[in-house]
């Protein structure tokens, strides 16, 4: 098991973090909504309620070429608890085969009115 935390304190109110983090979906954008990258692509199957409690989506992405899966896997992801402006927990499944990954994303508003950022994720192989 891995587990890695990382925060950011960002110069933006929790609302404009979470915005950027969590963009609504174009008006009459087909489904699944597929986004693209250079090293990999998302495909949202469930967008979920407000927050994005429920989305359900895979990710490909790229992997060291020895785990013989030709540099790419696949990973199937879904939000189990979502707060609007505040947290997204997720937990996966993806490689290696039958890995399980869980974390969060949390918008701490700070006094100041801007907002400390916290991505947490734990890995189990």
Do not use: C
Not at 16 to 22: E, F, P, S
Not at 99 to 124: C, I, K, M, N
């Amino acid at each position: 098991m891995r587990s890695y935390t990382l925060r950011f304190h960002v110069d933006a109110p929790p609302q404009k973090v979470w915005r950027v983090l969590h963009p609504p979906p174009p008006p009459n954008s087909p489904r699944p909504r597929v986004l693209k990258w250079p090293t990999g692509s998302m495909e949202i199957l469930n967008d979920g309620d407000e927050a994005g409690e429920g989305l359900v989506r895979t990710s490909v992405f790229d992997v060291p070429e020895y785990l013989l899966s030709g540099g790419k896997a696949r990973s199937w992801e879904t939000v189990t608890e979502a707060e609007l402006n505040r947290l997204s927990r997720y937990v996966a499944v993806g490689p290696p085969p039958w890995s399980r990954a869980e974390g969060y994303h949390q918008l701490d508003e700070q006094p100041d009115g801007t907002t400390v950022l916290t991505f947490h994720a734990t890995y189990h192989a």
